[in-house]
């Protein structure tokens, strides 16, 4: 069964500093693996996709994740911080053939101090 | 294109009653997916359509649950003697199958159901 686990339930960080949101993930294939973020009152909406094509994925918004197949880890960063960021992130796992259903983790509630 | 509506938005029942939700995916769309959400957890899937065939159950659709999607397009998900454990936002999310994968999926705002 393939799972992922968020480090951190709420993460704060200062306007302009550094975004990091940590995911590992368990699977005995080769996963595809996603980043989402929802707002308040809102659906789900993809930022990136890790599909085995390059380790190093850029997002919207100013995000990337990069895959990391030795640390079992697909950590989300945003090198500087905005005030429209504050919102929950989901990471998800996928498997690579059948209904593609996802699998997501807790999510990170992320605040940001202005 | 509107992307995936669901109605209602909001439901309050009583427990006991039977409720019935709407999702309308992206027109071209012939997968369409529904999860379930509780307060402070990832949404978790609750079943698969390809076309109008319900190929996948989660075991959390217990026997008071039941989807469709007759033609392909809408998807009802009902909920027979709702339970207040059955309160939570409930997602329905779509996409469109193609080689090569993964086929990302689009996600409605959800129905937020609260059982009294």
């Known amino acids: 069964a393939q799972s992922v686990t968020q480090l951190g339930s709420h993460v704060s960080v200062s306007e302009g500093a550094l975004v990091l949101l940590r995911c590992n993930y368990s699977?005995?294939?080769?996963?595809?693996l996603f980043w989402y973020v929802q707002y308040p009152n809102q659906g789900l909406q993809l930022l990136l996709k890790?599909?085995?094509?390059?380790?190093l994925v850029k997002g919207i918004n100013g995000f990337e994740a990069e895959f990391k197949k030795s640390e079992t880890s697909f950590h989300l960063t945003k090198p500087s911080a905005h005030m429209s960021d504050a919102a929950e992130y989901f990471c998800?796992?996928?498997?690579?053939?059948?209904?593609?259903?996802?699998?997501f983790g807790t999510g990170t509630r992320l605040t940001i101090i202005p | 294109d509107t992307g995936v509506s669901q109605d209602p938005r909001h439901k309050i029942t009583k427990r006991g009653q039977n409720v019935t939700f709407r999702c309308d995916p992206i027109?071209?769309?012939?997968?369409l997916y529904w999860y379930r959400q509780t307060l402070g957890q990832g949404p978790e899937f609750l079943t698969y359509?390809?076309?109008?065939?319900?190929?996948?159950k989660s075991r959390l659709l217990s026997d008071r649950f039941s989807a469709e999607r007759p033609k392909g397009s809408f998807s009802t998900l009902e909920i027979q003697r709702t339970e207040q454990g059955d309160s939570a936002m409930y997602l329905c999310?779509?996409?469109?199958?193609?080689?090569?994968?993964?086929?990302?999926?689009?996600f409605g705002p959800g129905t937020r159901l609260t059982v009294l």
């Open positions: 999310a779509s996409s469109l199958e193609l080689r090569g994968g993964p086929n990302e999926q689009f």
């Open positions: 027109s071209e769309h012939n997968r």
């Open positions: 890790y599909t085995s094509a390059a380790t």
């Open positions: 699977s005995s294939v080769p996963p595809y």
């Open positions: 998800a796992v996928s498997p690579n053939f059948g209904n593609e259903k996802l699998t």
């Open positions: 359509f390809q076309n109008e065939a319900q190929l996948e």
